[in-house]
């Protein structure tokens, strides 16, 4: 097989006699070729069987212990002029990248198979959708490729008649995070990475394709490529809004994506379509308009639990290719948080589990499923239209700072909120409590460009529509004295998306703040919650010196970007600076 594309069919050629394989294989995406995949990689031990009574079609991989997630040291934009990458990455000129990345890739695939796999990030027929190919010598890489994109014939018939592909080159080399880069070329829309095999790294289509170098795309083409789950919230009267959030790590993305309702609010239902990237593009309606690039899910597998997220563990009972996780003795798959009943006997690189070596399944131990297994998964995922998005809203895990929520006064306002997101380390996973790390739009490792024009990317928008989405700021972490948590989260936040929606619909009221228009206690709907009026005021507060604080903070953040920073940014910065000033004044009046 090959292709009617004469640059597609010269790039492989000129990456064969680079990397020297065997053979090559051009991907369709068939069944018979993914379960080909299957059989081969139970054979060379690169997947093990679970328990096919409990887990049908359901395997296991276990990475090198050095290679177990994303190498953000080692990633690089590879701009020739290095402003346009910015301080918010790591850079070398694209030359050398090449040279020293092509080094690597010299006779890598010696004794392997050159995989030519062709994917359609978004709907196969979908005008907003972008296609790639991504060369590879894993046969896990094309597994789970075919699981997260639309891979396979239709995609190549699609880069036949468009013509434009973006190119992903991947190999795993000899694992050695000595010899391990992933380097992007946003001018020449092309990845390449080796020397790994974990999903970030290697699945090319996910961060490098559908952020970094997507995030690049969007700006020239004007839209926006973001790291956004995408829900649909169905009131009882049978109205569906959807919502798109981007949130740091560790603060909820993929529970809120596929979030179950309280029994106390009858008649609500929420719909999944995507869970961790969003492209947003403006309709001629004047509304964004968003697809979820992916098909699939590769999400964390500790902590998924019935509690956390039911939806979530009961679509990987089949058909799911689970990366370093634990077994039972009955070789099912486990991992922290998922079941109390069961016990591991294996830990996630293959050994006796021991609870005094650490965890049985590696902290970042992922699953890799499609998104048609998730019981609330939206009918209009593969709408090419996309979905019209309401409300947009970021969010961070705040103890003190952060109220539960509140409203930008405009997009303008609402870039400003999403560029200042930040989140605070906890002790369990830094040894320090309350350490601010700045995550805007949670983009921090995975925008292709300089953050600064990004930005000003984001506020050009602004001039472009006036039936915008609504920008909100959320924070289900805040804190009492005593350290716990004031708010009960989970299906519970579904109550503050519904103040949200009604923002966006002009029927719930707000009082305006320094920080934007925030929510009376009165205007959340707490009908049968265990939440005193007590708290729910002390949620709904801010501290105007904190904020202040948090604002000279953010300045000495938005400092390092020097002359690329727009005008715009620092004039709502000093609006909200103002109005700061303002209210602290009155306080201590």
Not at 237 to 243: A, D, I, K, R
Not at 321 to 350: L, M, R, S, Y
């Amino acid at each position: 097989m090959s292709t009617t594309n004469q640059a597609l069919q010269a790039w492989v050629e000129e990456v064969a006699r680079l990397t020297r394989p065997d053979r090559i294989h051009w991907c369709d995406g068939s069944e018979a070729e993914y379960r080909g995949l299957v059989e081969l990689m139970l054979g060379n031990g690169d997947l093990v069987a679970l328990n096919q009574e409990t887990h049908p079609n359901c395997y296991l991989h276990r990475s090198s212990p050095t290679d177990v997630a994303r190498t953000e040291h080692l990633t690089f934009i590879c701009t020739q002029d290095r402003e346009d990458a910015g301080p918010n990455n790591n850079w070398i000129a694209p030359d050398e990248a090449h040279a020293k990345i092509d080094s690597l890739f010299d006779g890598c695939m010696q004794g392997r198979t050159l995989y030519v796999v062709p994917y359609c990030m978004g709907p196969i027929d979908s005008p907003l959708s972008r296609c790639g190919v991504e060369i590879t010598d894993s046969p896990y890489v094309v597994a789970n490729m075919r699981i997260m994109t639309r891979m396979g014939a239709a995609a190549l018939a699609r880069i036949e008649r468009e013509g434009g592909f973006v190119k992903g080159l991947h190999s795993t080399g000899d694992l050695s995070p000595e010899r391990r880069f992933i380097m992007h070329f946003p001018e020449e829309l092309t990845i390449k990475s080796i020397g790994s095999g974990y999903g970030g790294n290697a699945l090319l289509g996910k961060k490098c394709h559908a952020l970094r170098i997507g995030s690049w795309q969007a700006r020239s083409e004007g839209w926006l490529a973001e790291h956004m789950l995408i829900v649909g919230i169905e009131n009882p009267q049978g109205e569906t809004h959807y919502v798109a959030a981007a949130f740091p790590s560790a603060c909820g993305k993929t529970n809120l994506a596929m979030l179950i309702p309280p029994a106390t609010m009858p008649g609500w239902k929420v719909w999944t379509v995507g869970d961790d990237i969003a492209w947003l593009h403006l309709r001629e309606d004047g509304r964004l308009w968003a697809i979820n690039p992916e098909a699939g899910f590769f999400g964390v597998a500790p902590g998924t639990g019935a509690k956390t997220n039911r939806n979530a563990l009961e679509m990987l009972d089949r058909d799911t290719i689970f990366t370093n996780v634990a077994v039972t003795a009955d070789q099912q798959p486990w991992w922290e948080g998922k079941n109390k009943d069961q016990t591991p006997v294996i830990d996630w690189k293959g050994n006796p589990f021991d609870a005094a070596k650490g965890p049985a399944a590696h902290p970042n131990s992922r699953f890799t499923v499609s998104a048609k297994q998730c019981a609330s998964v939206s009918p209009r995922i593969d709408d090419p239209a996309g979905v019209p998005i309401s409300a947009i809203v970021f969010g961070g895990r705040r103890a003190e700072l952060a109220p539960l929520v509140f409203q930008a006064r405009d997009w303008k306002h609402g870039v400003l909120v999403g560029a200042s997101v930040a989140s605070e380390t906890t002790a369990a996973a830094t040894g320090a409590v309350g350490v601010v790390r700045r995550d805007p739009m949670a983009m921090q490792p995975f925008c292709g460009y300089n953050f600064a024009d990004y930005w000003g990317h984001w506020l050009s928008f602004a001039d472009k529509s006036d039936k915008l989405p609504k920008i909100f700021h959320v924070n289900w972490f805040r804190q009492d004295a005593d350290g716990q948590f004031m708010w009960p989260g989970f299906g519970e936040n579904l109550r503050v998306l519904k103040w949200i929606l009604e923002r966006c619909a002009g029927q719930a009221e707000a009082v305006d703040t320094p920080i934007g228009p925030m929510p009376r206690a009165e205007d959340i709907d707490t009908a049968s919650l265990d939440v005193s009026p007590e708290t729910l005021e002390a949620l709904l507060s801010i501290d105007a010196g904190r904020w202040q604080a948090e604002l000279e903070d953010i300045r000495t953040y938005f400092a390092k970007y020097g002359e690329h920073m727009p005008r715009g940014l620092w004039e709502e910065f000093e609006r909200t600076r103002i109005a700061l000033e303002k209210a602290r004044s009155a306080e201590t009046a």
